[in-house]
């Protein structure tokens, strides 16, 4: 199995780029993300892959980090959902903002990518919702969806700050081990009023 690959970046295309490593050139498909993310033609870079294997062929996909590939790793996981629907969810959103939909729900947002209609983004948010998504959200701390972090950032909500505004403040504060600590930290950060 190929996990990463570091070498000169020989070609970008629409679909994928091609990386050479020692002499040998790997064509990796990538998001649209990944592919924003790259170096420009000529320099070094680094990709972390998945090799999908099927009857007919082998294809290797790259990313620009790994949050990218866990995400992509979950979303092939979820039945009706394979490696060219998650690049194209993951060209249309960043691996953090599919956690967030999933954790909130957000069908509409899911369903907007092309090829993910209703019922595909209502599987995805039924089958992931509850998973180990900390991988590809660096805000969730505490190894799981439902961590402190995540309960902080709604205690936050519910007195009256955005999700954003929280988020912001939460990530500022060193990581606590109770809802309690990360609450009055992110207070103490944000000045304890409400917005």
Do not use: W
Request: positive net charge.
């Amino acid at each position: 199995m190929i996990e990463r690959l570091r070498g000169q970046l020989v070609e970008k295309d629409m679909e994928g780029v091609v990386v050479d490593v020692g002499g040998v050139g790997y064509r990796a498909s990538a998001s649209a993300n990944t592919l924003r993310a790259l170096p420009p033609l000529g320099e070094e870079c680094v990709l972390h892959t998945r090799m999908v294997v099927r009857e007919d062929a082998m294809i290797l996909f790259g990313f620009a980090g790994r949050e990218e590939r866990a995400a992509f790793d979950s979303l092939t996981a979820v039945s009706k959902v394979g490696p060219k629907l998650a690049l194209a969810i993951l060209s249309k959103m960043a691996p953090q903002e599919v956690a967030e939909a999933v954790g909130r729900g957000d069908i509409v947002k899911l369903a907007a990518v092309p090829g993910l209609g209703k019922k595909t983004a209502e599987r995805l948010v039924l089958e992931l919702r509850g998973k180990n998504l900390a991988a590809f959200d660096p805000g969730i701390a505490g190894g799981n969806a439902g961590g402190p972090f995540v309960e902080a950032r709604e205690a936050l909500a519910a007195l009256g700050y955005s999700l954003d505004e929280a988020e912001r403040a939460l990530k500022e504060v060193p990581p606590q081990d109770s809802v309690q600590r990360y609450v009055r930290e992110a207070l103490r950060r944000m000045g304890g009023t409400r917005r």
